[in-house]
């Protein structure tokens, strides 16, 4: 019955406008043709058009007055009606009209006054009408301001607070940023956790301030903003909400404006594209015509703060965050959790019959970057399937990619607090991302599709500009999706646009440099947060599980082998032979090097320049002392070698060669020598008994030989080959002085110590008859024979001959020179084993006294002196000072060497057994295990040192226990 009542007094007031409107626009043309109206009808004229805006006022808001006010507007609008038709009469005939002739209108002026008294009765209607339709605009502000009072804030956000919820670092920046009036972002890569903490601030605004409304817009589409702004609409009272005409965007705009609807927060969920932002908002009332979306206003517009209200948005697209913010300065950034974060997440989501310790807890998270969405996965795919799949097993998988990884990784698992819409897998997740750019900045896909290949950080620059064009993949034939017919268009359409624009710049003359070009597609990524830049602003690094789930995205489009292809392209004219004038550009390339290992392409003669390339990058392994990364990537080489070259060809027999030396290193000498034997029977036949490369192979072949107490054959070897360099070289060259110095230390190696005497005699004779007594090459002969006198325990003729090389040293190249530092440690150990361990402290305090004023290759040798410093004064019972040694010994060798150097670890090992004497068993367990996690690590779990390293670690934990 009151919608009745209200239709029926709604048509009236549209009579009463209707005449009204007649009337005055009458009115308004006499006066313009006549110049002026007579008396009694200026004051009408007056009124009129204030009269017609109530009744609009009063028509619009007819639905919200009382049925009091309604029954009583009603007879009034009626009998308004009849008085403006009397008014409209009298104008009919008192005004004239177009055809009126002279005497007609000296009438009609003369008629006039006759109605003066009857228009200036209708003109105190009207105006009795205007203050009862104020009586019942007011009735409808009452009613508005009651039923305005009697609502409660409440929440619009669609997800249940998590009860597991962990407490993160950046809730505080939250809290502290979101006050009334501003406009804050979280931003971060999809996964890291955004909508958590938002969904967790929006509860503690409700708890903290219950008179706060919370309201929650989800921006995927423009069909779920409007969707959401009606949700809000509805929350707060807004009339017509229900309604499929009604401008939802506009009522809502308005209402968050008013500040006298009390405090608000709305949290902006989702917001990634910026096509959502600038789409046009649907139902937005427009002058303009609907087919013209620029000019339609846009759903950004309706996005509105007030002194009482305050913005939160959670987007991926610092771009699209910034078109709400408008300030950079207001983002909030979300990485990754912390360790403790991480872990803390993943005890609160594993089943409580899942058994783990600490350490694989530890290691799980850490082998995914400690990323929320991806440990929730996880550990909820752990808690389904245990105990067929554990912690440690799940790390495996994750750090050694495979089919089960796939499973792992992209299987989605239900969160309440995640909307059904989205996908919980993490891999399909950032495959959204990465499908968005592609179709947006096809470029900076692509970079993308390049960086992914890399090793995970120090990405360069310049390996990336200029190499990832759309000529990679224009062989590819990706999967094409299905897609619906709206999708279709919008892809036309984008599609258009980048031929327009391309025509344009041709059209120009404008071409956009390379360098530029690099510089957008780097802030599209940096924008997305898919890749994050040094502080040198020219190298990259990327999260691990973005490379895997990029490289996975491209092997489901089939672009994977091109890219592969590209990159080791790219490597291979960039990584240099591993000679010494190379060795810093290999350095620093090194750790992408590697990765080209793992893309091996199919094409046989791509096979011919990929595989010499791995075999260099062992050799480089090799020469930095990586002898476990030599193994494999030696092995690597030679298998595709092997195959596509045959076992006798050049590149294969150096790859034995190459191998042969990474295993020999690691003490399997057995597998060493087949890998030798190979390489020297192989270049016997191909390259003759006297190629370098031959003899090369035989001694490493005889010193194999040797070290497995094969001495009859390895002798054998060592001699044809000292012949083969005395043909090549000369019996008196350099080179095979050189050898037969390497047969002696062959010989001393395997405590053979009567032959390598002799060799090293006749070596020393040879070099004082070629040189003659004062060079550098006859003292250093002399010292290696006074090392081996040493070793043989005639420790004082040792003494004697060091200390003529000391002084030759000394003399010639001064005490800073790394030959001189060298013969001091020398020296010093022939004076320990006579215990005159005074006179041997002195010595190697006078090297380390000049420490700081040596060089890098000097104070490589002097990092040993201060080890055997350290060890001489434990002897003496001096442990603090051993220690102090000790500790700058560690120090000076991380800073010169690398924290996992093997030298490094040594000291590290010698500081342990020092603060183990100290009976300071505590810190020195936890040395012995860095000393051997590193050296197994570093040099195989066979290596001498590593079984050293382990068997002191052991007795130390033993100690521990007692």
């Not at 979101?178 to 958590?196: D, E, F, T, V, W």
């Not at 917001?271 to 932002?277: C, I, K, Q, T």
């Not at 909820?380 to 105990?387: A, C, F, G, K, L």
Request: net charge neutral; proline share 3%; hydrophobic share 35%.
């Amino acid at each position: 019955m009151a919608e009745l009542a209200a239709l029926s007094v709604a048509a009236s007031i549209l009579q009463v406008i209707d005449i009204s409107v007649r009337v005055a626009e009458r009115l308004n043309e006499y006066r313009k043709k006549e110049d002026s109206l007579p008396t009694a009808f200026k004051h009408v004229s007056t009124r009129l058009p204030i009269f017609v805006l109530k009744l609009r006022d009063t028509n619009a808001k007819v639905e919200d007055m009382t049925d009091d006010a309604r029954r009583a507007l009603k007879p009034a609008i009626e009998e308004c009606f009849n008085q403006i038709k009397k008014l409209e009469t009298i104008i009919d005939k008192v005004l004239f009209k177009p055809g009126d002739k002279g005497a007609t209108r000296s009438w009609k002026s003369i008629k006039s006054v006759k109605y003066d008294s009857d228009v200036s009765e209708l003109d105190k209607v009207i105006r009795r009408y205007m203050e009862a339709m104020n009586y019942g605009l007011s009735s409808v502000a009452l009613h508005s301001s009651n039923e305005k009072s009697s609502l409660q804030p409440t929440s619009t956000c669609p997800f249940e607070r998590e009860a597991d919820f962990v407490e993160r670092d950046v809730m505080c920046d939250v809290t502290t940023r979101c006050q009334a009036g501003s406009r804050s972002a979280l931003i971060g890569i999809g996964g890291a956790g955004k909508s958590r903490i938002a969904i967790e601030y929006s509860y503690r605004v409700r708890k903290a301030a219950p008179d706060t409304w919370v309201f929650w817009v989800t921006f995927d589409t423009p069909a779920t903003v409007a969707q959401d702004f009606r949700k809000i609409a509805k929350a707060v009272g807004l009339r017509g909400w229900d309604e499929k005409a009604a401008d939802i965007f506009t009522m809502v705009h308005d209402w968050l404006k008013d500040d006298s609807n009390g405090p608000w927060t709305l949290i902006l969920d989702n917001v990634d594209s910026v096509d959502v932002l600038t789409a046009p908002a649907p139902r937005v009332t427009s002058s303009n015509s609907i087919d013209d979306d620029s000019s339609m206003p846009q759903i950004r517009n309706f996005i509105t703060t007030s002194t009482k209200g305050s913005i939160l948005v959670t987007s991926r697209n610092i771009e699209a965050a910034q078109m709400i913010t408008g300030n950079c300065a207001y983002h909030i950034d979300v990485d990754e959790m912390n360790e403790s974060e991480a872990i803390a997440l993943l005890k609160k989501k594993l089943s409580s019959k899942v058994i783990y310790t600490e350490a694989e807890a530890a290691e799980l998270v850490k082998s995914v970057d400690f990323m929320p969405l991806a440990i929730s996965q996880i550990a909820t795919n752990i808690s389904m399937n245990y105990p067929r799949l554990t912690l440690s097993k799940a790390t495996e998988r994750i750090q050694a990619p495979s089919e089960e990884t796939v499973q792992l990784l992209e299987t989605s698992a239900h969160e309440t607090s995640r909307d059904t819409r989205r996908t919980n897998s993490i891999v399909k997740t950032w495959h959204l991302s990465f499908q968005y750019v592609r179709q947006t900045h096809p470029s900076a896909a692509r970079l993308l599709s390049l960086m992914c290949l890399f090793g995970r950080q120090g990405i360069p620059e310049t390996l990336l500009t200029g190499q990832y064009g759309e000529e990679v993949t224009a062989s590819a034939t990706p999967l094409q999706p299905r897609l619906n017919w709206w999708k279709r268009i919008r892809r036309r359409r984008l599609y258009l646009r980048r031929r327009q624009r391309v025509a344009q710049q041709k059209a120009t003359g404008s071409k956009t440099t390379t360098s530029a070009c690099f510089d957008e597609d780097w802030r599209v990524l940096t924008n997305f947060a898919l890749i994050r830049t040094n502080i040198d602003g020219c190298h990259f690094s990327m999260h691990r599980l973005v490379q895997y789930t990029t490289k996975r995205w491209l092997e489901i489009n089939r672009e994977l082998k091109a890219w592969m292809q590209r990159y080791v392209s790219i490597i291979r004219d960039c990584f240099p032979k591993p000679e010494h004038d190379n060795w810093q550009v290999c350095q620093y390339l090194f750790p992408h090097a590697q990765q080209a290992a793992s893309y091996r392409p199919e094409d046989r003669v791509l096979l011919l320049t990929w595989a010499p390339l791995i075999q260099m990058i062992s050799r480089f392994a090799y020469v930095i002392g990586d002898y476990s990364s030599a193994e494999d990537l030696g092995r690597t080489a030679l298998a595709t070698l092997e195959e596509v070259q045959g076992p006798h060809c050049e590149d294969t027999l150096r790859s034995y060669h190459q191998l042969g030396l990474a295993i020999s290193v690691l003490n399997r000498h057995n597998e060493s020598e087949k890998m030798f034997r190979r390489a020297h029977e192989g270049r016997l036949t191909l390259l003759g008994s006297d190629h370098l490369d031959t003899l090369d192979s035989a001694n490493q072949l005889g010193a194999r030989l040797n070290k497995q107490g094969k001495y009859e054959e390895g002798e054998a070897i060592h001699m044809r080959t000292i012949e083969g360099y005395e043909r090549v070289y000369g019996p008196r060259s350099i080179e095979t002085q050189s050898l037969m110095a390497g047969l002696a230390l062959t010989y001393m190696n395997n405590e053979r110590f009567e032959q390598a005497t002799a060799i090293h005699r006749r070596v020393h004779a040879i070099q004082k008859e070629a040189y003659g007594e004062e060079t550098n090459d006859t003292y250093q002969g002399l010292r290696a024979l006074g090392a081996l006198l040493n070793m043989q325990g005639k420790a004082a003729e040792a003494e004697n001959i060091h200390r003529q090389v000391v002084e030759y040293r000394t003399r010639t190249s001064g005490l800073d020179h790394s030959e001189t530092i060298k013969s001091v440690n020398f020296l010093c150990e022939s004076l320990i084993k006579q215990r005159k361990l005074d006179e041997a402290v002195a010595q190697y305090r006078s090297v380390i006294d000049i420490y700081t004023d040596l060089d890098e290759k000097a104070r490589q040798e002097a990092l040993l002196t201060m080890n055997s410093l350290a060890e001489t004064l434990v002897q003496q019972g001096h442990l603090d000072q051993a220690e102090a040694v000790c500790r700058r010994l560690v120090l000076e060798s991380e800073r010169l060497l690398g924290a996992d150097d093997c030298d490094t670890l040594i000291g590290v090992h010698t500081l342990a057994d020092t603060l183990s004497k100290q009976e300071r068993y505590g810190e020195a367990l936890q040395l012995y295990e860095r000393a051997y996690i590193g050296t197994e690590k570093r040099c195989g779990a066979d290596h001498p040192d590593t079984k050293e390293f382990l068997e002191d670690f052991n007795r130390a934990k033993r100690t521990m226990l007692v």
